[in-house]
């Protein structure tokens, strides 16, 4: 059984990446300092912590395990955040990540995947969204992975590296058997606090801006859910290992729902009046970003298998349902 470095492998979407690999026949290893991630979110693979810019460990983790290939989720991701705080947002997206690469050409692991995102794009000048539209982010959180997205192309052209580059949109949902969920602390994406309110533990919903140039006024976003992010790296990893480098793709459904939607869909789905309050713009959001993902779809094979966002916000109601303080630690 091939092993993956799964680094990140506590976190939301890497957590269930491992789950994804494990159904598939891989072996998940697993490396996270749980600065954001859960250690009950690690059920699957042998975990190693600590952080990447750790040389021994990582020279370690390369000598006792023969690496495939590596899928690295360990990042910051907050976009307000990065506005306040960029230097975390540079030191760890960029810099560690600069060091988990520079690792992995001296100890030959030449597999790489990286989450990237649509907050690379900035304000779109045409939706949806394809791979070649300019790339001018809008805040930090962007900047710091279309940096490692340029890092990337030289180090494939300097060195034995290849590497697919996944830009995911809005990652939503949990997972439909209920044992991996969303939980970030403090959690501030939208879904996660909606069903919140709906639960009780939070008293409303503050919409960030409603005079957007936007149907509603709100932000709209296109929702995929992480099933559907881990197949899309699999398939990547698959391409890589099948002699494949250097492509990016974008990984959304091609829908957007504003804020409003997306309120009013998860009010539906738990039958609740969730209260709202209109509040100022939060720095760093663009109005639209819906993701064209024709791409992937053509030449990784992917299928998404959640079109809609009812079905997204179900998953992510069930294990909110299930777990309303989320993973307790
Ligand atoms: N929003 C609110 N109120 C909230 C939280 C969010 O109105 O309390 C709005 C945001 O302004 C945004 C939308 O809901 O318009 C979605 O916000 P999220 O914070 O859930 O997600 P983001 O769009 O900010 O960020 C996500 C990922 C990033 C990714 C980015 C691209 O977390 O990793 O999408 O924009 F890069």
């Not at 490396?31 to 991630?37: E, H, I, Q, V």
């Not at 590596?70 to 976009?79: I, S, T």
């Not at 309110?197 to 709209?220: K, S, W």
């Not at 970003?289 to 992917?302: D, F, M, P, R, T």
């Amino acid at each position: 059984m091939e092993n993956v470095l799964v680094v990140g492998g506590a976190g939301y979407i890497g957590s269930y990446m491992c789950k994804y690999l494990s159904k598939n026949g891989y072996a998940p290893v697993i490396l996270d300092n749980f600065s954001r991630g859960h250690r009950m979110a690690v059920r699957y693979g042998k975990l190693y912590e600590g952080n990447i810019n750790n040389d021994g460990l990582l020279a370690k983790i390369f000598t006792e395990n023969k690496i495939a290939a590596v899928m690295h989720f360990a990042a910051y991701c907050y976009v307000g955040e990065s506005v306040t705080a960029p230097d975390i947002y540079y030191k760890n997206n960029v810099s560690a990540t600069l060091n988990l690469l520079e690792a992995m050409v001296k100890n030959n692991v030449n597999a790489f995947i990286f989450s990237s995102t649509c907050a690379t794009y900035g304000n779109p000048i045409d939706v949806p969204i394809f791979e070649d539209h300019p790339q001018h982010p809008i805040n930090p959180y962007g900047r710091s992975k279309l940096m490692v997205e340029k890092i990337l192309k030289d180090f494939s052209q300097a060195f034995d590296l290849k590497y697919v580059c996944l830009r995911y949109f809005n990652a939503a949902g949990a997972d439909p058997e209920e044992e991996l969920g969303e939980d970030h602390r403090p959690e501030t994406h939208l879904i996660p606090l909606v069903l919140q309110t709906a639960l009780g533990m939070r008293d409303q919903v503050e919409i960030f801006g409603n005079d957007y140039p936007t149907h509603d006024g709100t932000c709209i976003r296109d929702y995929i859910h992480t099933d559907d992010l881990a197949q899309a790296h699999l398939l990547a990893m698959e391409r890589i290992m099948g002699g494949f480098s250097g492509d990016m793709y974008n990984l959304g459904n091609g829908k957007g729902y504003s804020v409003n939607d997306v309120i009013e869909k998860a009010s539906e789905i738990t039958k609740t009046s969730i209260k709202t309050k209109v509040v100022n713009r939060r720095q760093g959001d663009p109005a639209i970003l819906v993701s064209a993902s024709q791409k992937a779809i053509e030449e990784l094979g992917w299928r998404p298998k959640y079109h809609e966002l009812d079905a997204i916000i179900e998953t992510a109601w069930k294990w909110h349902k299930k777990n309303p303080k989320g993973y307790e630690e």
